[in-house]
T-cell receptor
Framework: AQSVTQPDIHITVSEGASLELRCNYS??????LFWYVQSPGQGLQLLLK??????LVQGIKGFEAEFKRSQSSFNLRKPSVHWSDAAEYFC????????????FGAGTTVTVRA | DVKVTQSSRYLVKRTGEKVFLECVQD?????MFWYRQDPGLGLRLIYF???????EKGDIPEGYSVSREKKERFSLILESASTNQTSMYLC???????????FGQGTRLTVV
């Protein structure tokens, strides 16, 4: 069965510092990859997605992610974090060979300190 | 804008009650999903549907059933609510298989 691993449960970062959130997946087939963000009390919002083509994808709010097939990874980055980036971040993956069911990681909570 | 609407933001039900969670989307999407979200576990797929009257079990279907009589509406049913079903429930809608999922605001269900 496909699975998604986000190794970091909680990350604290200073405002203005860079941020990287890790995501690894298993299954083997060509994945469709997503990052979602959930602010407290809010629903999930799509930050970015990768289907094919350029492995470095740009998203909203200044986020980017890089797909590395050899490492089965899709890490999320932001060069300079703002206090409003404090939220929970979820990596998700689906596969054509698995009926495109969207599987999520456990999430990484980001705290931004002044 | 795509809109996915869940009928309740908060629900409190008693053990043994039959509970209905409703989800409606307004963009004619074929695929709809029900997830539950628990701290440290992320989102886990309960059921999904890729067409009217069609349903597939997800990763944790036990204790749940679903109904999709119309394309825009996907209902999650807890046949006999139990305390371990206290959770946040999220509905999602997807246009085609490789496009993004749009989520409702969630229903926080407490079973007492």
């Amino acid at each position: 069965a496909q699975s998604v691993t986000q190794p970091d449960i909680h990350i604290t970062v200073s405002e203005g510092a860079s941020l990287e959130l890790r995501c690894n997946y298993s299954y083997g087939a060509t994945p469709y990859l997503f990052w979602y963000v959930q602010s407290p009390g809010q629903g999930l919002q799509l930050l970015l997605k990768y289907f094919s083509g350029d492995t470095l994808v740009q998203g909203i709010k200044g986020f980017e992610a890089e797909f590395k097939r050899s490492q089965s990874s899709f890490n999320l980055r932001k060069p300079s974090v703002h206090w409003s980036d404090a939220a929970e971040y979820f990596c998700a993956v689906s596969f054509r060979s698995n009926d495109y069911k969207l599987s999520f990681g456990a999430g990484t909570t980001v705290t931004v300190r002044a | 804008d795509v809109k996915v609407t869940q009928s309740s933001r908060y629900l409190v039900k008693r053990t043994g009650e039959k509970v209905f969670l409703e989800c409606v989307q307004d963009m004619d999407h074929e695929n709809m999903f029900w997830y539950r979200q628990d701290p440290g576990l992320g989102l886990r797929l309960i059921y999904f549907s890729y067409d009217v009257k069609m349903k597939e079990k997800g990763d944790i279907p036990e204790g749940y059933s679903v109904s999709r009589e119309k394309k825009e509406r996907f209902s999650l049913i807890l046949e006999s609510a139990s305390t371990n079903q206290t959770s946040m429930y999220l509905c999602a809608s997807v246009a085609t298989v490789n496009t993004e999922a749009f989520f409702g605001q969630g229903t926080r269900l407490t079973v007492v």
